[in-house]
């Protein structure tokens, strides 16, 4: 138990407050999709129009008088979907794509890759404006554009340990004693390639985050009245000077997030490597 994976991230400063700022967000989704808000995210209180933070209202109100708190849930909510639903379609299918390209090899694992380049060639955020732009706004289009931009990530951070594991004496092995390519891949060479993949799914959960974010403050994300961090951030703009607090707590929300994933995952790129285990 004292060498254990969470013993041993829990013993990392960035591993430790990852964890704290992770759970502190799933505690928030979680609350956010069984309705436990202090009030419906979307219910408005005429009377109550651009209030402050106060004992009522933590966060203050907006310009209609919905309860900033209630909807930075239920936003936690929609931003945990999107990035957990992208980044599992985007690792399963680039985790495929790379480890089968450096397995067969040859002429497939050159073609596959060029492709892979080319989606490099944009940058992400532009790619996914692209994508959301063609398929029209919305949650699903949202998580699909997400998942493309980042299903070459994978792909490349697959392909480089099964290119290591593929040469290994293990492997020979299997392969001199007729062992199916599918047996091979599932037995030896992804057991073998898992912790870098472990390290990027955290890494891509903060992007996937912060791109849902990005297109919903463009309103290609969620959209009204559904509540999301980016577009509470963009319905803010006009109200900087005069209701500040609806800029501040959305953005603090996505800072705090993709902050705990990224130290996270810091956090577990030093417990998985072995010169730094003692």
């Not at 957990?84 to 397995?103: D, H, M, N, Q, R």
């Not at 490349?156 to 891949?185: C, N, Q």
């Not at 297109?215 to 963009?234: H, I, N, R, T, V």
């Amino acid at each position: 138990m004292k060498n254990s994976l969470f013993m041993r991230l829990m013993r990392n400063p960035s591993g430790a407050f990852g964890t704290i700022l992770i759970m502190v967000y799933l505690m928030a989704a979680i609350t956010g999709s069984f309705s436990c808000c202090p009030y419906p995210p979307d219910e408005q209180h005429v009377q109550d129009m651009l209030q402050p933070p106060s004992k009522h209202y933590i966060m203050g109100t907006d310009e209609f008088g919905r309860d900033v708190f209630s909807r930075i849930l239920r936003g936690a909510t929609n931003s945990l979907k999107v990035g957990i639903s992208a980044v599992v379609l985007a690792s399963l299918v680039g985790i495929t794509i790379g480890t089968l390209a450096a397995y067969i090899g040859g002429n497939f694992d050159n073609i596959v890759m060029r492709v892979m380049d080319i989606f490099f060639a944009f940058p992400a955020i532009l790619l996914a404006l692209a994508i959301v732009a063609a398929l029209g706004p919305g949650m699903r289009n949202t998580i699909l554009a997400i998942a493309i931009v980042y299903t070459p990530i994978f792909a490349r951070v697959a392909r480089g340990p099964t290119l290591s594991v593929k040469s290994t004496e293990f492997v020979t092995a299997a392969r001199s004693i007729g062992s199916r390519p599918i047996y091979i891949l599932r037995k030896h060479i992804l057991p073998n390639i898992t912790a870098p993949l472990i390290v990027q799914i955290s890494l891509a959960l903060s992007w996937a985050i912060l791109t849902e974010a990005g297109l919903s403050y463009l309103g290609l994300g969620a959209q009204p009245p559904e509540p999301s961090w980016g577009s509470m951030l963009s319905d803010s703009r006009m109200m900087l000077e005069l209701a500040p607090w609806l800029a501040i707590f959305p953005g603090l929300a996505i800072m705090l997030a993709v902050l705990g994933f990224n130290l996270f995952g810091d956090g577990l790129r030093d417990v998985f490597d072995p010169r730094l285990r003692h």
